[in-house]
């Protein structure tokens, strides 16, 4: 067993990798006010999604979901999305994915 | 792509199961101050748990490590566990764990 903080793992980018297990990855992803870390991209693996801190709005081709704490999202795989912080402060959520996906296979999307 | 509150989620016991996906689900657990709902047990899966609200104790074995809100926890498989509110509020974590898992190979383990 092991517990820790979790700004206790170094951000890297937009992201801290909590977890890297044998079947599924959890990482915290934390956003700025008014950033958009990602353009709309698609994936074939999903996102589970857990939203810790702060409020934004989740992109998906020409639409937008606004979210904030205790909100959860699914993005299932090959679903273009993107995230920005609608709030005035950081904006945290619990990410997990499966784990070792191929990261060659993250495609632009444009709307 | 789907976001709601974790709390439309009915909760069933101690947990909501807010996702359940293709290759993994992710709950949200509850538990009442000084409450254990479950005693020490084991199974052949993994835990990534992140704490939203709260304080606890993850005991193992003979051990038990304290926890609060911001923690993460990771318990691989079959390590045996259990967890206390040592709070008094409701300790809220997010846990999630492989799909499609067997609950019959859940097993008690005699401290």
């Known amino acids: 067993?092991?517990?820790?903080?979790?700004?206790?793992?170094?951000?890297?980018?937009?992201?801290?990798?909590?977890i890297?297990?044998?079947?599924?990855?959890?990482?915290?992803?934390?956003?700025?006010p008014e950033e958009t870390p990602w353009t709309q991209h698609v994936h074939p693996w999903e996102h589970e999604i857990f939203i810790v801190e702060g409020k934004g709005e989740a992109r998906s081709g020409d639409g937008g979901e606004p979210f904030e704490e205790g909100d959860v999202i699914h993005i299932p795989s090959d679903e273009p999305h993107a995230f920005v912080n609608k709030g005035e402060t950081v904006l945290r959520f619990i990410c997990c994915i499966p784990?070792?996906?191929?990261?060659?296979?993250?495609?632009?999307?444009?709307?």
């Open 1 to 18: 067993m092991k517990v820790f903080n979790f700004k206790d793992v170094k951000l890297e980018g937009n992201l801290r990798w909590l």
């Open 99 to 111: 784990a070792d996906v191929d990261l060659e296979q993250i495609k632009p999307f444009n709307v």
């Open 20 to 32: 890297r297990g044998p079947n599924f990855d959890m990482r915290m992803v934390e956003i700025q």
